[in-house]
């Protein structure tokens, strides 16, 4: 489950008068999208609409309205240009307002809503590159899941990441939510294969990666078009080694690195 929701609570219970900000309209090259939102309190901030000078204006009018008990919202209409020290070269309409009890409740309601619809990664092993993983996955809008046979393997994991302690991994694949990317990076090369090959049976996964060489994937190409019944176009769906093999840094936290931006790039293909 995402930690978000948890946290804008513990926000909203520190702060009892805050503002939301909310990017009405974004034309043209702007920092965020429209919808993009944050609350601003007297002494912090929860979200952001992209940092710079747009949201400096933003949280200075926030906090000014906040001092006055203004009623009333506000429109910022702030072209992104040299006379704010931000050349993005768009403009955005920014709405400002006080949140009540009522706007309160309906951000709650709206970030519960956004972190049930995150995109599902699931992380087979949960080694030291599992764990690095978890942590760099855990920053991004994703539902993440740990999946382990051995419950040893599992502890220190960031806030909101899910377990999953099974003797059959297979099956979390197969009960996976539709367009799920899986990580594989087991203890157990043959344990890697079956799982993999598993996940390429879902013509839905947005990304399949498991963690290796080239020497891996050419045994596991031969088991999976011979032993396994696979085909070469699944097969070409498989992302092995995770990370690329670019860069030549094989400490647990670049190679997550890397992959992250793997999975990133499969779950926004369209």
Do not use: N
């Not at 513990?10 to 309209?25: C, I, M, S």
């Not at 046979?149 to 909101?160: F, K, N």
């Not at 799920?180 to 839905?204: G, N, Y």
């Not at 190409?221 to 840094?249: F, N, Q, T």
């Amino acid at each position: 489950m995402s930690a978000a929701p948890s946290r804008l609570r513990a926000f909203l219970a520190a702060w009892p008068r805050v503002a939301l900000v909310e990017v009405r309209e974004a034309k043209g090259s702007t920092p965020r999208e429209a919808g993009a939102w944050m609350l601003v309190s007297p002494g912090a901030i929860f979200s952001t609409i992209g940092g710079g000078q747009l949201e400096f204006m933003a949280i200075d009018r926030a906090r000014d309205m906040i001092a006055a008990g203004a009623p009333s919202a506000d429109i910022l209409d702030v072209p992104l240009g040299p006379q704010i020290g931000q050349c993005c070269g768009g403009r955005v309409l920014v709405d400002v307002a006080l949140a009540g009890e009522a706007r309160r409740a309906a951000m709650l309601r709206r970030i519960e809503d956004e972190a049930g619809s995150r995109p599902s990664v699931f992380i087979f092993g949960g080694g030291h590159v599992g764990h690095a993983l978890a942590a760099a996955l855990a920053l991004l809008p994703l539902a993440v899941t740990i999946v382990e046979t051995r419950a040893d393997q599992i502890g220190d994991l960031p806030e909101g990441v899910e377990v999953r302690l099974t003797a059959v991994p297979e099956e979390v694949v197969r009960d996976a939510p539709p367009c799920s990317a899986f990580l594989v990076l087991t203890h157990d090369h043959a344990l890697d294969f079956l799982i993999v090959a598993e996940a390429l049976k879902r013509a839905d996964a947005a990304y399949v990666g498991m963690i290796g060489s080239k020497t891996k994937r050419a045994t596991f190409a031969s088991w999976y078009l011979k032993e396994a019944g696979g085909g070469e176009a699944a097969l070409s769906r498989l992302v092995c080694p995770i990370g690329g093999a670019e860069v030549k840094d094989k400490r647990p936290a670049v190679i997550a690195a890397m992959a992250a931006a793997e999975v990133m790039r499969g779950l926004s293909a369209p």
